[in-house]
């Protein structure tokens, strides 16, 4: 069960494939190492900024990218 700021989306199967399909027609997937327990460290920070973990690394990884030019 949720919690109360939690909130619970339910799919239907038809929804989920479209979900899937769109994700891998429009994104790349790449996997990353990090040392144990580093992960809920990363992932608190990222939330401290409102922002997922994922997006925070693809902000860091282009901002990195564009001060090199």
Known sequence: ??????????????????VVKYISNNYDQISVRIPKGSRERYKAFAEKRGTSL???????L????????
Do not use: C, F
């Not at 282009?62 to 030019?69: A, G, H, P, V, Y």
């Open 1 to 18: 069960m949720p919690e109360n700021n939690e909130k619970k989306t339910y799919y239907k199967k038809t929804q989920s494939k479209s």
């Open 62 to 69: 282009e901002r990195e990218m564009n001060n090199e030019d």
């Open 54 to 60: 994922n997006s925070l690394i693809v902000e860091l």
